[in-house]
């Protein structure tokens, strides 16, 4: 294949229960803030003591100090949005609301500066396969432009049913669509052999989430399947290295360019729509929603707020 390495049915029907899976626990940390904590607290204490020192300790794929930071970087950011959905008057602070755009640009922005790293790397490096090449540039540089377009600073609600979830109403589909692409080419770039289910599996089952369950809450339904996603990794690394339903990159040249172009030229167009709105309806990109007035964000803000106010 052009992407990966043979895929069998049952490498699919796997990818498939992932995504499903996810989403079902995404549904379970949405439902209220009591399973919330018992999943994003009470879970990783009990992993931590009794899971992690064995599988995810020196020697193992996961041993590492990064991945480590990585899963509780992660829970920190579903307990920052559990903060802002649950405690009223974080809700109030502008402060408050800048933080969920202000963690994800950090976090885009942390993924450019190591695909820049990545294309001067080849051959396999720290256990991970590179081929590093100019496709690194092109998607550090679509990383960039997707922080460029990230608008509605401190326009997070949050909704008024008994979920409360945190609400982006200006974070409209492209923003997203242009946002999973470049994440799965960073995916693909840097650790390829993951790419199936860490870059494919996991950021589709955010996206459907927020397309088909709850609009609006793509940010916090991203940072939920992601804490997910690392305690399963740090519980069972071999998984998507070394399982019998493990899947490997092609590392094709081809294939790299490809992802990584496609990923530059979706957010260069998402750029060309957000200054056009911003000029054409004089939007200031970071105090106004610059999608206000569309389809897409009435329809969240209407879903969201009593009576659509």
Aim: glycine share 8%.
């Amino acid at each position: 294949m052009f992407l990966f390495q043979n895929i069998s049915g049952m490498d699919w029907l796997v990818w498939g229960l992932v995504v499903i899976a996810l989403m079902v626990l995404n549904e379970a940390a949405r439902a209220n803030k009591w399973i919330g904590l018992i999943l994003f607290v009470g879970l990783p204490v009990v992993l931590t003591l009794f899971v992690w020192p064995t599988t995810a300790g020196p020697g193992s794929s996961t041993g590492t100090w990064f991945h480590w930071v990585k899963v509780y970087s992660a829970l920190a950011g579903c307990l920052g949005f559990m903060a802002l959905r649950f405690i009223p008057k974080l809700q109030h602070n502008k402060w408050a609301l800048i933080f969920p755009p202000a963690i994800l640009a950090f976090n885009i922005m942390e993924a450019v500066i190591r695909d820049f790293q990545v294309s001067h790397l080849h051959g396999l490096v720290d256990g991970v396969i590179m081929n590093g090449g100019a496709w690194n540039i092109m998607n550090g540089i679509a990383g960039i432009i997707n922080i460029i377009t990230i608008s509605g600073w401190f326009g997070i609600i949050i909704s008024h049913d008994k979920q409360k979830d945190m609400i982006w109403p200006d974070q409209i589909w492209p923003w997203i669509i242009a946002y999973d692409v470049w994440n799965f080419a960073y995916v693909y770039n840097c650790v390829g052999d993951h790419s199936f289910y860490a870059g494919a599996a996991l950021l589709i089952s955010c996206t459907l989430a927020a397309f088909l369950v709850k609009k609006g809450s793509w940010l916090q339904a991203r940072a939920q399947t992601l804490a997910f996603w690392m305690m399963f990794t740090m519980s069972y690394p071999a998984f998507v290295t070394d399982s019998q339903f493990s899947v490997q990159s092609t590392h094709s040249s081809a294939a790299l360019m490809t992802i990584s172009g496609l990923a530059l030229a979706i957010n260069v167009a998402v750029l060309i729509l957000h200054i056009y709105r911003v000029m054409k309806y004089k939007r200031n990109i970071l105090t106004d929603e610059v999608y206000a007035g569309t389809k897409a964000y009435d329809q969240v803000v209407a879903e969201n707020t009593p009576e659509g106010k």
